[in-house]
C-alpha cells in the first residue's frame, strides 16, 4: 500500500472519529426528559429572564422611596468685578463650592402602593414561568408518546413485512412447481412492497419525531436519543382511571392564579390613583465646603429642608385616573369569573373526552387482538392451500388497520389524559 494512501485512510478514519466523537447520546425516561427540559429548553429560559427583569423593576421601584446622594463641584469668576456699596468699592472674589446633597422620601402613600404593584408584577412574572414549564411538560411528554408510537408502529409493520415476505417466497416455489397461480405471488408481491413504502414512511416519521423531542428538551440536533420508557409502561398504569375520579379545584389552575393576581394588581392601581390626592414628605440635607468666598459670606455651610407637596387642583386628571382604575378592576372582575366558567366548562368537556377515549381504546384493543388471530388463522389455511391470496392479503390489510387503530387510540388516550392532568396542574 503507498505512502499516500494510507496516509488518507488515516485521514478519513480521523475524521470518522472526529465525528463520532462529538455526537452525544440520552437516555431518557419520561420523567427524566422532563427533568432535563426544565433546565435546557430555551423558551423556559426566555420566561426565566422575565423573572429577573421584574426583580430588578421591583428594585427600582424601592430605590426611588431609598437615600438619594449627590455632589457637585463648582467655580465661579467675577473677573474682578468691584462693586461700590455707599461709595465703597467691594471686589468681588471668585467663589468656589464643593457641596453634598442628601434626600430622603419620609412619606408618598403613591410610593408604598407602587412597591406593592412591583412585588405583583413579579409574582406574575412567576406565574407565567410556572405556566411556561407546564407547557413544556406537555409538549415533552406529547413528543415521548408519539415517538414511542410510531416506534411501535414500526416494529408491527417489520414484524409483519417479514412474514408475508415468508409467504412470497413460499407462494413463489407453488408457483414454480405448478401448485399456485402467477396472480396469487403478484398480489403478495404487491402486498409486501406497500408494507415497505409503509415502512420507509414510518422510518422518515420517527427521525421527525425525535427532532420535535430534541428541540423540547432542548439537545443538540445532532445528538442521539434513546427512550427508556415504552408504550405498555404508560397504558399498564391506568392513569385516567384516577384522573375521572379526581375532582377541579380551581385555586390550583394557572390561569385562574394569574387572574386572581392580576386582580390584586388592579386593586393596588386603584389604591395608587387614590394616593395621589395625599400629600408626600421630602427631607433634604446639604452641606456646602466653600474653598473661595466673597469677603461678605452670609450663607451656612449646613442646611436641612422639608417639603410637603399638597395636589390642589389637577382639573380633574386624578379624578380621571381613579375613573379608569376603577372600570379596570371591574373589567379584571369580570374576566375572572369569565374564565373560572370556562374552566368548569373545559373540565366537563375534557372529563368526557377522556372517557370517549377510554372506551375507544378498550374496543381497538379488543379488535386488534381479534384481527390477529384472524390473520394468523387465515395464513395458517393459506399455506395448506385452503385459503386464495386475496382472502389472506385482506385479512393482513384488516390487521394492520386494527393495529393502526389501536395505536391512534392509544395515542389519544394519553394526549387527552395529559390535557386533564394539565388542567389539574398536576403534571
Known amino acids: 500500500m503507498s505512502l499516500l494512501r494510507k496516509s488518507l485512510i488515516l485521514l478519513l478514519m480521523c475524521v470518522a472519529f472526529a465525528a463520532s466523537a462529538q455526537i452525544t447520546q440520552h437516555s431518557f425516561s419520561l420523567n427524566e426528559a422532563v427533568v432535563f427540559a426544565l433546565e435546557n429548553n430555551k423558551m423556559l429560559k426566555t420566561s426565566g429572564k422575565?423573572?429577573?427583569?421584574?426583580?430588578?423593576?421591583?428594585?427600582?421601584?424601592?430605590?426611588?422611596?431609598?437615600?438619594?446622594?449627590?455632589?457637585?463641584?463648582?467655580?465661579?469668576?467675577?473677573?474682578?468685578?468691584?462693586?461700590?456699596?455707599?461709595?465703597?468699592?467691594?471686589?468681588?472674589?471668585?467663589q468656589s463650592n464643593i457641596a453634598g446633597n442628601l434626600q430622603q422620601l419620609i412619606f408618598s402613600g403613591q410610593y408604598?402602593?407602587?412597591?406593592?404593584?412591583?412585588?405583583?408584577?413579579?409574582?406574575?412574572?412567576?406565574?407565567?414561568?410556572?405556566?411556561?414549564?407546564?407547557?413544556?411538560?406537555?409538549?415533552?411528554?406529547n413528543a415521548y408518546y408519539l415517538t414511542l408510537i410510531t416506534e411501535e408502529s414500526k416494529s408491527i409493520v417489520e414484524l409483519n413485512l417479514k412474514d408475508l415476505e415468508i409467504v412470497l417466497e413460499h407462494t413463489q416455489s407453488m408457483y414454480e412447481v405448478g401448485m399456485a397461480e402467477i396472480t396469487d405471488v403478484d398480489q403478495l408481491r404487491v402486498t409486501v412492497s406497500q408494507l415497505k413504502n409503509a415502512l420507509s414512511t414510518l422510518k422518515n416519521t420517527i427521525s421527525l419525531n425525535y427532532n420535535l423531542l430534541r428541540f423540547h428538551l432542548g439537545v443538540d440536533a445532532g445528538d442521539e436519543i434513546v427512550l427508556t420508557d415504552n408504550?405498555?409502561?404508560?397504558?399498564g398504569q391506568q392513569l385516567y382511571t384516577l384522573l375521572m375520579d379526581e375532582s377541579f379545584d380551581v385555586l390550583n389552575n394557572i390561569q385562574y392564579q394569574i387572574m386572581e393576581t392580576q386582580e390584586k394588581l388592579s386593586q393596588k392601581n386603584v389604591g395608587m390613583q387614590k394616593w395621589a390626592f395625599a400629600p408626600s414628605i421630602v427631607g433634604v440635607y446639604s452641606y456646602t465646603e466653600?474653598?473661595?468666598?466673597?469677603?461678605?459670606?452670609?450663607?451656612?455651610?449646613?442646611?436641612?429642608?422639608?417639603?410637603?407637596?399638597?395636589?390642589?387642583?389637577?382639573?380633574?386628571?386624578?379624578?380621571s385616573k381613579v375613573g379608569q382604575a376603577k372600570i379596570e378592576l371591574e373589567k379584571t372582575q369580570l374576566n375572572k369569573e369569565l374564565l373560572e366558567d370556562q374552566l368548569y366548562l373545559q373540565e366537563n368537556q375534557l372529563r368526557s373526552d377522556l372517557q370517549n377515549a377510554i372506551d375507544n381504546y378498550l374496543l381497538q384493543k379488543e379488535n386488534v387482538e381479534v384481527a390477529q388471530r384472524v390473520?394468523?388463522?387465515?395464513?395458517?389455511?393459506?399455506?395448506?392451500?385452503?385459503?386464495s391470496s386475496l382472502e389472506l392479503t385482506q385479512a393482513n390489510s384488516n390487521y394492520l388497520t386494527a393495529q393502526t387503530n389501536y395505536l391512534e387510540s392509544a395515542m389519544a388516550l394519553l394526549q387527552a389524559q395529559l390535557k386533564l392532568q394539565k388542567l389539574f396542574n398536576t403534571l
Open 375 to 387: 390473520f394468523q388463522n387465515y395464513k395458517n389455511k393459506y399455506e395448506y392451500g385452503i385459503l
Open 290 to 319: 466653600k474653598f473661595l468666598k466673597p469677603e461678605l459670606d452670609m450663607s451656612p455651610n449646613q442646611m436641612l429642608n422639608f417639603t410637603m407637596s399638597i395636589p390642589v387642583l389637577s382639573s380633574w386628571d386624578r379624578m
Open 112 to 141: 408604598i402602593q407602587g412597591i406593592l404593584l412591583s412585588n405583583l408584577s413579579k409574582q406574575i412574572s412567576e406565574q407565567a414561568y410556572a405556566m411556561t414549564e407546564l407547557d413544556i411538560k406537555e409538549n415533552v411528554a
Open 50 to 94: 422575565d423573572i429577573e427583569v421584574a426583580n430588578k423593576q421591583r428594585w427600582q421601584a424601592i430605590s426611588a422611596g431609598l437615600p438619594q446622594i449627590s455632589a457637585s463641584l463648582d467655580y465661579t469668576t467675577m473677573f474682578n468685578y468691584k462693586l461700590e456699596i455707599m461709595g465703597m468699592p467691594i471686589s468681588m472674589k471668585d
Open 231 to 235: 408504550l405498555d409502561y404508560f397504558l
